[in-house]
């Protein structure tokens, strides 16, 4: 199984690190329960100026290995490290995000309500995956 240079970093990366936290960037209505619209998926930050250019190709790469059955993505962790997210609240990205959607709730009724959601998560590697490794 062949990977790319920017798939090895990548596992090279998460090797590296104890936990590997990703976020999605989502909008809510107020009232409305049942609506998400997931705006960035599998967002991981390296720095809080980072470029939308920047995370979206780290996207790609995640995609990729999660397509491949090397890595899975998990949502629904009810509790993290304190720190782990300081650096996606302080990103200029999500910063973007809440002053866009402050704009359009200003600008479009239709919009009143709406919300920016930061919903946090790990990025793991499969046990597939771990059991392939070399021991």
């Given at each position: 199984m062949a990977?790319?240079?920017a798939q090895?970093?990548?596992i090279c990366q998460m090797t590296e690190q104890r936990r590997?936290?990703?976020a999605q960037f989502e909008l809510h209505r107020d009232g409305e329960p049942e609506f998400c619209q997931i705006l960035l998926d599998h967002v991981s930050l390296q720095q809080p100026d980072d470029?939308?250019?920047a995370v979206k190709a780290?996207?790609?790469v995640l995609?990729?290995?999660m397509e491949r059955g090397i890595l899975f993505a998990d949502y629904s962790v009810k509790a993290w490290v304190q720190g782990d997210f300081d650096i996606y609240y302080r990103s200029q990205l999500y910063e973007n995000l809440c002053h866009e959607v402050l704009q359009r709730c200003s600008k479009d009724a239709q919009a009143?309500?709406?919300l920016?959601?930061?919903r946090k998560g790990y990025i793991s590697f499969t046990s597939d995956f771990l059991q392939r490794l070399p021991r």
């Open positions: 990977y790319t240079s090895k970093e990548m590997f936290p990703v470029t939308l250019e780290r996207t790609q995609s990729e290995l009143a309500g709406e920016p959601y930061l």
